[in-house]
C-alpha cells in the first residue's frame, strides 16, 4: 500500500522564523511529489518535484526532492502569519494519475 | 494559473435525497478529473477517477451506485450523492488533472445531511 508520511504534525513559530516541513513516502512506480498549501478551503498547488536533487523555488518557499532517501521538504523562510495553513505532500504515482496524500503540517505563524 | 471551481459551496439536504456538485475546468481542458473527501483533520481520499467520455474509475471501499459520476465534457465532470445519509457529511473536493500530471483543487462542497 503506498504510503505518505509528514513531519511534524503541527508547529508553531514566530513571524520571520524559518521552517522545514517533512516528507517522506514509500510507493510504487513513483513519479513525482507534489506540495499543496491548504487553508480553509481546498488545497492549493505549490510545487511538483520530479527530479531529485533540483530545487524549485517560489519566493520565500522552496523544496526539493531525494529520489534516493525517497523524501523531500519544503522551506519557507521569513515566516509571517499568512503563511498559517495545512501543508500536504503528495505523491504522483502509476499512469500518472493518482495522488496519494500525506495527513499535512499544521503550520502557524505567531506575531 | 488552472482554475478549477465547484458549485454548490455549501449544501444541506435531507436523508434520503439527493445533491449533484459540479467540478468545472474554467481555462483549461480536462480530459481527467478527480473526486476527493476529506473529513475534518483529516488528509483528502481519493474516491475515484472520472475520465471525459467514459465510466469512471472507483477507489475500493468506494460505493459507484451511490457516488455517481459523470463527465459529459472536457471541463465539467458531476458527483451526485444519492440517497445520502448523515454519515456521507463531509468536505468533497474535486480536482482537474493539469498538462503535467499535476491537479488543481476546485474548492471545495460542504455536505451536511441532516
Known amino acids: 500500500e503506498d504510503k505518505v508520511v509528514q513531519s511534524p504534525l503541527s508547529l508553531v513559530v514566530h513571524e520571520g522564523d524559518t521552517v522545514t516541513l517533512n516528507c517522506s513516502y514509500e510507493v510504487t512506480n513513483f513519479r513525482s511529489l507534489l506540495w499543496y498549501k491548504q487553508e480553509k478551503k481546498a488545497p492549493t498547488f505549490l510545487f511538483m518535484l520530479t527530479s531529485s536533487g533540483i530545487e524549485k523555488k517560489s519566493g520565500r518557499l522552496s523544496s526539493i526532492l531525494d529520489k534516493k532517501e525517497l523524501f523531500s521538504i519544503l522551506n519557507i523562510t521569513a515566516t509571517q502569519t499568512g503563511d498559517s495553513a495545512v501543508y500536504l505532500c503528495?505523491?504522483?504515482?502509476?499512469?500518472?494519475?493518482?495522488?496519494?496524500f500525506g495527513t499535512g503540517t499544521q503550520l502557524k505563524v505567531e506575531l | 494559473g488552472a482554475v478549477v471551481s465547484q458549485h454548490p459551496s455549501r449544501v444541506i439536504c435531507k436523508s434520503g435525497t439527493s445533491v449533484k456538485i459540479e467540478c468545472r475546468s474554467l481555462?483549461?481542458?480536462?480530459?481527467?478529473m478527480f473526486w476527493y473527501r476529506q473529513f475534518p483533520k483529516q488528509s483528502l481520499m481519493l474516491m475515484a477517477t472520472s475520465n471525459e467520455g467514459s465510466k469512471a474509475t472507483y477507489e475500493q471501499g468506494v460505493e459507484k451506485d451511490k457516488f455517481l459520476i459523470n463527465h459529459a465534457s472536457l471541463t465539467l465532470s458531476t458527483l451526485t450523492v444519492t440517497s445520502a445519509h448523515p454519515e456521507d457529511s463531509s468536505f468533497y473536493i474535486c480536482s482537474a488533472r493539469g498538462p503535467a500530471a499535476e491537479q488543481y483543487f476546485g474548492p471545495g462542497t460542504r455536505l451536511t445531511v441532516t
Open positions: 481555462d483549461f481542458q480536462a480530459t481527467t
Open positions: 503528495a505523491s504522483l504515482t502509476g499512469g500518472g494519475n493518482k495522488l496519494t
